[in-house]
């Protein structure tokens, strides 16, 4: 199969076969980037509520630049990785102010911007601006390296860079960003990681792996490190006067930066839980409390390690709360709790705090 049949074949299965999105088809390049970040490590399924809400409440760019960054947190609260959504929200500054409200049409000018990397740059470009730079993500790699029977680890940068090589040579310069889309449905529809559906596959009379019967181990990914798993204590400190709870607002530069959070960190070996809440809330606050009651335990999984979250009512004892390691702390009521953007595992404990009230 040569690479213009590869193209043809490829082009012609998606014009019959594309899934519907809310982007697709979309010409604003505005929304188109807005998709891209979003579905970095999401699922179409998850991202499309998010986005249909997204532009509900930030429609352009200027909209986005001029809003608050607590704002964009609290519609991206659930969709997790923060990180993109304060780069998305720092990069529409410099749409507005570097390239007059206008998202840069070319790839060396697009990557430019906060949080924008090879990936969605080949993606904006070729999809808004029919630019012929090819897309390199998880999908791309299983096609690529099952078509080309490509048995070295896909973790390392010399398989990467051999793949985006490959997707560089077969992109369909007058249709590159249907090209794109068509190689990411391709893994995600047919070419997917286990049992992949080869019979309806449009490049199936190229593809090594299938006539080596080896789909079962191309793409080969080596084991990842074991994930660290933390216990964690954190502290929901009530106010006497008013029953107000006390929450403190993550550094800017922190994982989960600019989201809230009720405080707390990690149990230390031969700790009781009620003392690891103790002794952050008083490195933390600078305060005396009284760990005296669980609300609630919970596990969370994030990306390089996972978390069981104990949570305890708490007593303030003595002192006043300083924001000694966060930005802000603040006394708010059950009631405005949902007003805030919350990391999922702390969102869970508001949502508890709610029903209670």
Not at 60 to 68: G, M, N, P, R
Not at 116 to 134: C, D, L, Q, R, W
Not at 295 to 305: D, G, V
Request: hydrophobic content about 35%; aromatic content about 8%; glycine content about 6%.
């Amino acid at each position: 199969m040569t690479n213009q049949e590869f193209a043809t074949e490829l082009l012609n299965w998606y014009q019959d076969h594309k899934r519907q999105m809310p982007w697709r088809g979309e010409a604003d390049p505005y929304k188109i980037w807005i998709s891209e970040i979003m579905l970095q490590q999401t699922r179409v399924d998850q991202a499309t509520p998010y986005f249909q809400n997204f532009i509900s409440l930030f429609p352009t760019v200027y909209d986005l630049a001029k809003s608050d960054q607590q704002e964009v947190l609290k519609a991206w609260e659930g969709l997790g990785y923060y990180s993109r959504a304060r780069n998305l929200h720092a990069a529409s500054k410099m749409v507005v102010e570097e390239f007059d409200g206008k998202v840069p049409e070319t790839y060396n000018k697009i990557i430019k911007l906060k949080g924008v990397g090879p990936y969605t740059a080949a993606a904006v470009t070729s999809i808004a601006f029919n630019k012929p730079n090819a897309v390199v993500d998880g999908n791309v790699i299983r096609v690529l390296t099952r078509y080309l029977g490509i048995e070295d680890d896909t973790r390392s940068t010399k398989t990467r860079r051999k793949v985006q090589e490959f997707a560089s040579e077969l992109i369909d310069p007058e249709h590159p960003g249907d090209f794109n889309q068509a190689m990411m449905e391709l893994g995600s529809e047919i070419c997917t990681p286990s049992n992949p559906d080869c019979q309806n596959c449009p490049i199936q009379a190229g593809c090594v792996a299938t006539k080596m019967a080896k789909t079962d181990t191309i793409p080969y990914k080596s084991p990842a490190k074991k994930k660290p798993h933390h216990i964690i204590g954190v502290g929901i400190i009530e106010r006497d006067e008013d029953d107000k709870i006390l929450i403190a607002l993550r550094p800017n530069d922190a994982m989960l930066g600019g989201l809230w959070e009720f405080p707390g960190g990690k149990k230390e070996d031969n700790e009781k839980i009620q003392q690891t809440v103790e002794r952050e809330l008083k490195e933390e606050l600078g305060v005396e409390v009284k760990a005296y009651k669980e609300l609630m335990s919970l596990k969370h999984t994030y990306s390089h390690f996972s978390i069981t979250m104990h949570a305890w009512f708490c007593k303030l004892i003595s002192g006043d709360p300083k924001p000694k390691e966060s930005q802000e702390v603040r006394w708010v009521s059950r009631e405005e709790l949902g007003k805030f953007p919350f990391p999922k595992a702390n969102k869970v404990l508001t949502e508890k705090l709610t029903q209670k009230s």
